[in-house]
Every structure is written in C-alpha cells, then in structure tokens.
C-alpha cells in the first residue's frame, strides 16, 4: 500500500476507487480500495477497526471522514492499514487539552 495514504481521510485519496463494505469468513469487516479500477494487482483490502465495523453494515460505504491509520506490530515491525472513524479517534493535542 502507498505509505502517503495513513493518515488521510478517505476523502483525501483522490483517484482512488472504494468499495461497499464486506466481511470475510471470520465477519471481519473490511473494505477494497484502488488506484487502478479493474487491475486486481492494484486492489488492498482495508480492515476496519472494531468501533467502525460495529456502526456499519456490510454492503455500506462508511463516511468518507473515515482515516487510513498505520498499525504496526511492536515483535515484527509489519505495517498494515486500518481504517478508523474520526468520532473515535483523537489527537495527542486534544487530549491534553480535554485533561487541562
């Protein structure tokens, strides 16, 4: 996946094709982005975090709000993106302005 993506929000990645939300096997919800349409060597597969996939059903577009986050495992240094709601999601800043 192209790094310059974590931390945009999904209406910031211009000339990228979204898809519906799905779910796999284990109902994990996720999500098809591309920046080729039609090139399946193109197409990443976005999971969404726990507290997205609870406000939306399969078949749904999420809000394009929504911000491509980088998780990283601390034992493996792996990188993969995980799509997350702004509602949930807030700044170091904002934080320690809500403790002051």
Known sequence: MN????GKT???CQGYQFSAVKANVNDN???????QPGNRDTAINIYLSNNL???VEVGQYVDVKCT???MVDEETG??????TSNSSYVTLEQLMAMSS
């Open 68 to 70: 491509i986050r980088e």
């Open 3 to 6: 790094k310059e993506l974590f």
């Open 78 to 83: 792996n990188t993969w993106p995980l799509l």
């Open 10 to 12: 999904l209406a910031e």
């Open 29 to 35: 919800k996720y999500m098809t982005i591309n920046s």
């Open 53 to 55: 996939a609870s406000k």
